[in-house]
Every structure is written in structure tokens, then in C-alpha cells.
């Protein structure tokens, strides 16, 4: 029986393992931390859920990740929870962030001249092709917000941050195109958003790890890979932080592509061209982000997007309003975010004060926080998105799933081949890489029977 190892248990390492398991081939799949997830993992604190940062599933049902249930069969097994009530504040109001194309001309937030003139600019995105956006894939988002006045341009900066959060100098435009042709209900799209009903981004993993052990394959945790054995251009397997050699037909990289060519190979796998190609990925997204729990609900929204330049918060999310199962009754869990260049998040002093602006920042717009607040987590995180959306680094730009020459070594996850962001363009890589293994699989199978 053909044996297929996967390193890492986040969301593209299952993904690949449940879309193979699924076809009956054999997976081990090796994490090395004590819990599947990767970087959506999360943790109880004080009776609470905390994810690992605020996570979200863009897209809902048609999404990569839900594909993916989809395809195996379980999308009843997990249930998500709709994330819908998402508004903006400025000048002390609210106001309703636009579901589709349609309610742009509804959005009281900028004047209507700016609304016709937005409207001109993504109506035609959100009618392109994938094909057309490809073509804008190195040219940058600010192209566009550049001419806009103050208004519009704050527009953007919102939809950025809920879209990749990030903001919109680090946004491909061909990236952007491709999230309005999605987001379009008229394509068959949508711009909702979920979260899993039970609690924790990482119930996602869970159902994905579960399914792989139900079809008899293996999830191994507290299981570090050392190192991937190659002879003769071909994959032999593995070892394991123990020297112990897992032999193995295929082995899929799951975690970012620019560290594990260092980490997992030897020195001469490569050549010079494709080490520097792949290191020129090696740009990520940053952020601060402060659970804060209260003991009465400040808000009935979902997410609410701070829009003036002077807000350090740019997002507020207030997961209890997505589940209750997050937190123990009577409490609330809200969230704020920001990002930050990458050296912020190594400085415990700029990562409180920065904590210490949202939290002003939240009382501000909320005046009953203060008094209502329980405690307050501040952390940070270097690595979110394992690529920025900037332009040169988006979908068939950044690292293809198999290298030339090596047989049976593939690469899957957020720095690979593949678009949208964050977990769903982790599961979009695995999607697109799974019938690449299953093509070797079936060749080698093939071979066996003649031979
Ligand atoms: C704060 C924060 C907020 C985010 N918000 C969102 C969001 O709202 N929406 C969204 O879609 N995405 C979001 N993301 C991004 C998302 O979490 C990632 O894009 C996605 O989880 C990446 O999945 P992956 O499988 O590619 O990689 P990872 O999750 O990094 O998985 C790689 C796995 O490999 C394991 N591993 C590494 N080396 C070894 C080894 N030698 N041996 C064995 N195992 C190994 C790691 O422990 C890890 O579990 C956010 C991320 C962060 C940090």
C-alpha cells in the first residue's frame, strides 16, 4: 500500500490527509505541538475559549475550507455559526457594512457622489473573470485607493482589514479583484462570514482530524519531523526527531515553504535560483490582539470597524455575539486588533501600549466597558498570513505545490499555490494540490501491477 506522510496538523495538513483519507489511501500525518490546529489552535483561560487571534472563515459555504468538508462528507458535523452584523463607526455612529454590490448605494458612511464613484470602480471588479484578475496580480490596491478622496479611501482600509487585514498598500490588486468576483452574489458568491458554532477556529481541525482516524489513518501529535530522506530524486520518507526513519511514498510540507526548505533537507536539494525565489516569500502579516472580557454585553454587533486614522483598534470583534459557547454565562469575550510591523510583537512594552490605546479607544465608543470589564489577555503574533497579499506574491506566484526534479515531495499551505486568505487559502492549496498526489499514487500503483 502506497504510504503518504503529511508534516503538520493545521488546517492544509488535514485538509490534504481528509481529502486523501477520503480516497482510501494511506496517510500518517506528524505535528509537532500537543494539538492539532497550527496557527488556529486555541486554549482555555479562565473557563473561556481564546483562539489564537481572531479567526473567521471568509466566504462561508464557498469557501475552501468548507469545500473541503464538502467533498468528504461532513459538513453536518460541523456547525457555524453566521457572521453577519458587521458595521463601521465614525463620528460617534454606526453604520451597516454593505453585504453586496447592491448595498454600496445604501452606504451612509461616505457621500453619495463617492458612493457612485465606488460603485464605478467595483461593480466591474466584482464582474471580471479569475482569468482578468490574474493578469493585476502584480500591480498594487493603491493604484486605485490612491485617487480616492479621504471618505472612500477609509472604505477601503475597512474592507481590507476585514478581508485580509491588512491594509491597503500590502494588497495585490488582482488579490482584491478576485475577493469582489467571491464576494458577488450574482456569481454565485457571497460576503458572509462564519465561526464555529461550538467554539474555537480549531473545531474545524478537530472534525478534519477526527475523519482521518475514523478511515483508519493516523494523527500523530507531540511528533516533530527532522528531517525528508531523498535518494535519486525521489522521496524515501522521513526522521523523526527520535532518528527513527517513517518510510513513505509522498511527503506533503505543510508549514511555511521558505522555513522548511532550511529546516527538513539537505544542503544540496536545492539549487541557489529556487532558494532565493522561495525566500522572497518570506514576508508576513503581524498583529496585536487584546481579549478583553466583560461582564455584561456591551454590544449586540459582531465585528465593528473603528474608521478614522486616529484609531489604533481596527477591528472590534466580539466573539460571544458569534457564540456564547466561547465564554461562561454571565461573561463576554470581545477582542481588538491591529497590525504591526513585525518587531513590535518581540516588545512586551509596545505590545501593552498598544493594548492600553484599544482599550481607551473601546471605552470611548462603549461607556459602559470599563466598569464591565473582568480582565484583559494582550498578545501578539509575527507570523499570521504565511505571505503578504502584495503585489508579485499572490496565487500562482507563490511556491508550487511539486518541485521539478524531486518525485514525491509536495508543498501545501497559506505560502503555497493557491488564493483568498489566511485558512482558506490553505485549504484552497490543498484542494489543488490533493489531485497532484493522487495522480502520483495511481502511476505508481499502475507500475507495481505491470511490473
Ligand atoms: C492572529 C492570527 C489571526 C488570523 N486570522 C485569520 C482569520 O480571521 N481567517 C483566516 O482564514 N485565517 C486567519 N489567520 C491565518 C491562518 O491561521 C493561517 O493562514 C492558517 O491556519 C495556516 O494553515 P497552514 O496549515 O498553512 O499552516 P499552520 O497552521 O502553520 O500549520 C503548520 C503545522 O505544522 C506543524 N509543524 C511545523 N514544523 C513541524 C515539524 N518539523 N514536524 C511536525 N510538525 C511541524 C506546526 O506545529 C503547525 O501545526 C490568522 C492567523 C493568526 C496567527
Redesign the pocket.
Known amino acids: 500500500m502506497k504510504e503518504v506522510v503529511i ?7 488535514l485538509s490534504t490527509g481528509a481529502l486523501l483519507s477520503n480516497e482510501g489511501i494511506s496517510v500518517k500525518i ?4 500537543s494539538k492539532v ?4 489552535t486555541s486554549m482555555a483561560y479562565r473557563n473561556h475559549i481564546l483562539d ?7 466566504f462561508y459555504k464557498t469557501s475552501a475550507v468548507y469545500q473541503v468538508l464538502e467533498k468528504i462528507g461532513i459538513t453536518s458535523r460541523l456547525k457555524l455559526a453566521l457572521v453577519s452584523d458587521i458595521s463601521f463607526f465614525k463620528d460617534k455612529k454606526f453604520f451597516k457594512y454593505p453585504k453586496g454590490i447592491a448595498d454600496i448605494l445604501k452606504l451612509s458612511i461616505v457621500p453619495f457622489s463617492s458612493r457612485i464613484k465606488l460603485l464605478r470602480i467595483l461593480a466591474p471588479m466584482a464582474f471580471s473573470s479569475m482569468k482578468k484578475a490574474e493578469e493585476l496580480d502584480d500591480k498594487s490596491l493603491t493604484e486605485i485607493t490612491n485617487k480616492l478622496d479621504s471618505n472612500t479611501k477609509s472604505f477601503f482600509d475597512a474592507v481590507c482589514m476585514l478581508a485580509f ?1 491588512d491594509t491597503p498598500e500590502h494588497v495585490s490588486l488582482g488579490e482584491f479583484v478576485r475577493t469582489m468576483i467571491r464576494a458577488n452574489p450574482f456569481k454565485g458568491g457571497t460576503s458572509e462570514f462564519a465561526y464555529p458554532d461550538e467554539g474555537g477556529y480549531d473545531k474545524i481541525c478537530e472534525k478534519l482530524s477526527d475523519f482521518i482516524i475514523e478511515k483508519n489513518n493516523q494523527v500523530k501529535l507531540n ?4 528531517k525528508i530522506v531523498i535518494k535519486d530524486n525521489k522521496v524515501k520518507g522521513v526522521l523523526n526527531n527520535q532518528g527513527e526513519f517513517i518510510k513513505a511514498d509522498s511527503v506533503v510540507v ?2 511555511p515553504a521558505y522555513i522548511a526548505v532550511k ?2 533537507f539537505d544542503e544540496n536539494v536545492f539549487d541557489q535560483e529556487f532558494l532565493s525565489k522561495v525566500e522572497k516569500l518570506n514576508k508576513t502579516t503581524s ?1 496585536v ?1 487584546t481579549h478583553f472580557c466583560t461582564s455584561e454585553k456591551i454590544d449586540d454587533k459582531q465585528i465593528v470597524f473603528p474608521m478614522s486614522e486616529k484609531y489604533t483598534s481596527k477591528g472590534i470583534f466580539f466573539i460571544s455575539n458569534m457564540t456564547d459557547k466561547v465564554s461562561p454565562p454571565g461573561e463576554h469575550l470581545l477582542m481588538a486588533g491591529t497590525p504591526v510591523p513585525s518587531e513590535y510583537t518581540e516588545n512586551p512594552e509596545k505590545i501593552k501600549e498598544i493594548s492600553k490605546k484599544m482599550r481607551e479607544e473601546i471605552a470611548e465608543i462603549y461607556p459602559n466597558f470599563e466598569k464591565s470589564l473582568l480582565w484583559e489577555r494582550p498578545m501578539a ?1 509575527k ?4 505571505v503578504v497579499k502584495e503585489p508579485g506574491m499572490v496565487w500562482k506566484q507563490k511556491m508550487p505545490h511539486e518541485i521539478k526534479n524531486i518525485k514525491g515531495l509536495y508543498f ?3 505560502s503555497t499555490v493557491s488564493y483568498g ?6 485549504a484552497h492549496s490543498s484542494l489543488l494540490c490533493h489531485p497532484k498526489i493522487m495522480k502520483q499514487m495511481e502511476t505508481e500503483q499502475e507500475n507495481f501491477i505491470l511490473n
Open positions: 508534516i503538520g496538523a493545521g488546517v492544509s495538513g506528524f505535528e509537532k505541538s490546529g497550527g496557527r488556529t489564537n487571534g481572531f479567526h473567521i472563515m471568509p487585514a511528533s516533530s519531523i527532522k505543510t508549514y529546516q527538513l498583529v490582539e503574533w507570523l499570521v498570513e504565511a501545501v499551505g497559506d486568505i489566511g485558512t482558506d487559502s490553505a
